[in-house]
């Protein structure tokens, strides 16, 4: 067992970054803009919004990847959210006014 020892803890010290890369990425990403937020209290209630909003809408598997994929890239980094490509690189801006449905009365 003295011979196993240091494979186990090589093992330990493998896993915990998995462990770590493992969960909702989404959630991470949300944390991750929730900390650029100025004081505890905007940040407590930025991670609040997020964990009730996972709630109400679904994440599928290409949101997760999206996520993962801003995680990866730092896309999603507080210096880069403070201007207005930052937020769209980030997906926290819409990149264009959607097509007006409206019927113009004649």
Do not use: H
Request: contains cysteine.
């Amino acid at each position: 067992m003295t011979r196993l020892k240091p494979l186990l803890q090589l093992a330990c010290m493998l896993m915990v970054p998995l462990a770590v890369g493992c969960g909702d990425a989404c959630l991470k990403l949300a944390d991750q803009i929730c900390n650029c937020q100025p004081d505890d209290a905007s940040r407590s209630a930025c991670q609040t919004q997020a964990r009730e909003q996972e709630k109400l809408f679904p994440i599928r598997n290409a949101d997760q990847q999206r996520c993962q994929q801003a995680l990866d890239t730092n896309a999603c980094d507080c210096q880069k959210l403070t201007t207005p490509e930052g937020r769209v690189a980030c997906g926290l801006a819409y990149t264009g006014a959607p097509p007006d449905t409206a019927v113009q009365a004649e």
